[in-house]
């Protein structure tokens, strides 16, 4: 009796899916038994670590937890907030006056600053918004004695959001500096609004200076907004961090510890 097509339709059918099955099972034993215990790649992860997705920018709280990158030759990369503290005795062999930028005065800054803290005081100057220093490199005792004053005139709650605490300043790296407009006595948030402050905040990327403290990024920065402080990275590690459009908390946050 001939076969039909129909049965042998379902024979073929019936034939691949055996052909699947035997396929299937032949490659599972090319990889061999499964291993339940081997851990997730991702657990083996490094948990803490700037730059990676486990370990987000932390809220702004305050701590005394030593900075990953302390070495004099890290100062692009040291993240310096209300929880990373550079240690007492931190203070860079190489710091200079700034008379030599044509800034008079009692500040100093490490040497590699010069040239750059020259070039804006007188692109400034040129632009017809001359520019002076309110402040520049602290000591660890110098930046104690400032909180105390703040403290003592503002509140403990306030001077934490207007000051850092000794070991937890920027300026300490010694590559951090406090602008302010040519002849005035000092300045204040209102500076930003002034032609010289302006100028500032709109050109001081172009020598290597980076607002560390911008308007309304508190929740990120940890600090009240400051118009005139400025950190210092060289002209391309500065156009990078403002390019990011990250604060220089975030930016150094996550860029992945090249010592990791």
């Known amino acids: 009796m001939p076969v039909s097509s129909h049965a042998r339709a379902v024979g073929f059918r019936r034939l691949t899916v055996i052909l699947l099955l035997l396929t299937s099972t032949v490659a599972l034993l090319r990889l061999g038994p499964l291993a339940p215990d081997d851990p997730d790649p991702a657990a083996t992860r490094s948990p803490g670590t700037p730059g990676s997705t486990e370990n987000p920018l ?3 709280t305050y701590a005394d937890a030593s900075v990953r990158l302390a070495g004099y030759a890290d100062w692009t990369r040291t993240l310096v907030d209300t929880r990373f503290q550079l240690p007492p005795d931190y203070q860079p062999p190489d710091l200079v006056s700034t008379e030599s930028a044509g800034f008079p005065g009692p ?20 632009a017809g918004n001359p520019i ?4 520049a490199h602290r000591t660890f005792e110098q930046q104690a004695t400032l909180f105390d004053q703040r403290e003592a005139q503002l509140g403990h709650d306030e001077a934490l959001k207007r000051v850092a605490r000794p070991g937890h300043s920027e300026h300490q790296l010694g590559t951090t500096v406090d602008f302010k407009t040519a002849g005035a006595a000092d300045v204040d948030t209102m ?17 290597g200076f980076v607002l560390s403290y911008p308007r309304g990024r508190q929740p990120t920065t940890c600090y009240l907004y400051e118009p005139w402080h400025f950190r210092y990275f060289g002209r391309q590690r500065a156009r990078a961090i403002a390019d990011s459009g990250l604060t220089v908390r975030e930016f150094l946050w996550r860029e992945p510890n090249p010592r990791d």
């Open 58 to 60: 932390p809220e702004c």
């Open 132 to 135: 002076d220093l309110a402040a």
């Open 191 to 207: 500076w930003a609004s002034t032609p010289a402050g302006a100028w500032t905040i709109e050109h001081a990327v172009e020598f």
């Open 107 to 126: 500040f100093a800054v490490r040497d590699f600053l010069l040239e750059d803290l020259r070039a804006i005081r007188e692109a400034a100057e040129a």
